[in-house]
């Protein structure tokens, strides 16, 4: 199962342990190829990206794979224990904050933003030896790959591919060519960087409550505030909102701005980072707290359209975050596996306690899931983008169910990967504690858990009616998927027709709202099982998806009574498959299949 890496190691201590004590000490990840050892990965590229783009980018997964489980996985495990720390003045007394990072960390933003240019591959041709910007089913495998190492930079990356997202989509011809070529350039040393800040004292959720205000003076904008929550803290240019002087109170109110660190003299521009947040993940990132002073900044696209046009921003960070939580969920499988299959207690390796392989589905069925889910999200964004109003609609209510669903299960897949390691795993020189640490923030950034659920229901159910799509999408695949079992697929039909009347209800009726989450969870469970079956399905598949799609129903969407003993006979012959690492085909699953 490990893949040699082709990076030394810096850590000889830890190398030599792992030769020593394989029989004491059960060994982790380091060294794998995340994406060689990624089955389902590798699979599913192929279905969601057309064969030439899979064929010229495979190389590219491969390489990042390789780096992940490698030089990346080691540069994290530093960064994260090394924070970033503020410089409030310089040694004259000039207000001339910065903020210094460790090497570490410079050296993941030269592989993220120099080699793979991950904020431009979506963007402009010349990526990756791309003739054209890459799908956004090849950018999101990538940034899975890349977070399976490294958590805490993928937000600098990831919000300054949405920020450029709104600069070319909303800001005028002049702004545009004034930030554009900065903020694509591959060239570290010279390019812009972006980030986004919203979030104020009086509300994170509650955007409308947002204080700053906009004064435009000689035809020059200025803002003063307090951003309370700013991630990528020392960022080129941040989009945020505000609110001009006159404007309506509450979100109609809000205009979104550009605010340049740097002014077109290069003098600092008028904010401050007035000191950095002691978090408990995403250590390796900087988070602070800005104070605007009268800062200069540009005014993007429709004064009255703020809220909506960050929106979009939101959006795409959201499937960023669902996709961030998928990979941290995949590398706590890899980790689990690796520990099972070698861990030995009472002569045997724990893998063969049953109790332990209960353990291990727990987690890797909310893993599987989300894989799926990213997939078939990312492909719908690609469709939409090349015009379809159908695929717009559906992303509109994939987008909150998996940032709502995926970020949650992070938390107990983290915690149940590191049972598994035992006491090791509370260790922090094991990578657990760190998962354990940067899953948490999964349901609080780009909206809470209770957003994001409300979102699916009062808005992409309620406003967008994008249930129908999402029912029509699904329905097509369970008829097409004609090599699983009929009554397997009435089942499915059955729970998807239940889960939208009930979708349907709450968001029908105010009085449900308390159980929007209940609706979003349900929503996720039923669309993942159907993708994973329909995956299953298709000629040459590795049908061990449709396992995982039967267990979705079983243990996520079903009841157990609690003075029932668990005495699945298919469970135990599905564990068998699951864990033979073999593919193996629909007809060796058929029966499994009710
Ligand atoms: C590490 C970190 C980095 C961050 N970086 C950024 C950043 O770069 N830019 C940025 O703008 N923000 C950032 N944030 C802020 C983050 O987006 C907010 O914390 C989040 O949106 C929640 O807002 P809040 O903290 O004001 O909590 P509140 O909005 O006060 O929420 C408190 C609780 O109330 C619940 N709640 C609120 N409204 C409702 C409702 N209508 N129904 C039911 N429940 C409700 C919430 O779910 C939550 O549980 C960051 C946060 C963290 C932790």
């Known amino acids: 199962m490990h893949a040699p890496s082709s990076h030394k190691s810096p850590d000889k201590t830890q190398a030599q342990d792992r030769k020593r004590g394989p029989d004491h000490i059960a060994p982790d990840c380091a060294g794998q190829n995340f994406y060689a050892v990624d089955r389902g990965l590798r ?55 910065w903020i210094d990072y460790h090497s570490s960390y410079r050296e993941m933003e030269a592989i993220a933003f ?26 999101y495998a990538l940034q899975y790959l890349f977070v399976q190492a490294e958590f805490g930079l993928m937000c600098p990356i990831s919000v300054t591919d949405t920020s450029i997202h709104l600069i070319r989509k909303f800001a005028s011809a002049e702004l545009k060519e004034y930030l554009l070529p900065k903020m694509l350039s591959g060239d570290l040393a010279t390019m812009w960087k972006g980030t986004q800040f919203m979030t104020e004292r009086a509300g994170g959720s509650d955007v409308g409550a947002i204080e700053t205000v906009a004064r435009c003076e000689d035809g020059v904008w200025r803002l003063s505030g307090d951003k309370w929550f700013c991630s990528h803290a020392d960022a080129d240019v941040a989009l945020l909102l505000a609110r001009p002087e006159g404007a309506p109170a509450g979100t109609s109110g809000l205009a979104l701005f550009a605010l340049p660190r740097r002014l077109k003299d290069g003098r600092r521009n008028a904010y401050r980072i007035v000191r950095l947040k002691d978090k408990l993940g995403t250590r390796s990132m900087a988070s602070g707290e800005i104070l605007l002073e009268g800062a200069v900044a540009y005014l993007v696209g429709d004064a009255g359209r703020g809220l909506k046009q960050m929106m979009e921003q939101v959006n795409l960070s959201r499937l960023s975050h669902g996709v961030r939580a998928a990979a941290m969920m995949r590398r706590c499988v890899n980790e689990a596996m690796v520990c099972a299959r070698s861990r030995v207690a009472f002569g045997k390796a724990i893998i063969q306690y049953p109790l332990l392989r209960r353990q291990l589905l727990k987690i890797a069925v909310p893993s599987e899931q989300s894989l799926s889910m990213f997939l078939f999200t990312a492909s719908t964004m690609d469709r939409a983008n090349a015009g379809s109003k159908e695929a717009e609609s559906l992303l509109r209510i994939l987008t909150p169910l998996l940032k709502f669903r995926a970020c949650r299960d992070n938390i107990p897949v983290a915690t149940g990967a590191m049972e598994v390691r035992g006491g090791n795993g509370y260790i922090e020189e094991w990578v657990h504690a760190r998962l354990i640490r940067d899953a948490h923030v999964g349901v ?4 809470t858990s209770n957003i994001n659920a409300l979102d699916v229901v009062t808005r992409a159910i309620g406003k967008s009616r994008a249930q129908r799509t999402l029912r029509e999408a699904l329905a097509r695949r369970i008829d097409e998927a004609t090599p699983i079992p009929s009554a397997f697929r009435d089942r499915l039909r059955l729970r998807l027709e239940r889960t939208l009347a009930f979708a349907e209800r709450v968001a029908a009726e105010p009085a449900l709202e308390a159980s929007a989450r209940q609706v979003a969870s349900a929503l996720y469970h039923v669309s993942s099982a159907i993708l994973m079956m329909s995956e299953s399905a298709r000629p040459g598949a590795d049908a061990r998806r449709a396992l995982y799609a039967r267990l979705v129903l079983e243990h996520r969407m079903g009841t157990q009574d609690p003075l029932d003993p668990i005495t699945c006979d298919w469970e135990r012959d599905a564990e068998k498959i699951l864990f033979s690492e073999t593919p193996v085909a629909i007809t060796d699953v058929a029966g499994l299949l009710s």
């Open 43 to 97: 699979d599913l590229l192929r279905l969601y990206l057309e064969p030439d783009d899979f064929q010229r980018l495979e190389p590219h997964f491969n390489r990042l794979g390789d780096l992940a489980g490698g030089r990346l996985d080691e540069l994290a495990r530093v960064a994260d224990k090394h924070p970033p720390v503020l410089n409030a003045r310089d040694r004259l007394g000039r207000d001339e904050d």
């Open 114 to 139: 120099g080699d793979f240019q991950f904020h431009a591959m979506s963007h402009r041709a010349g990526t990756l030896g791309m003739d054209r910007p890459l799908p956004a089913v090849a950018k």
């Open 444 to 447: 609080l950034w780009e909206g």
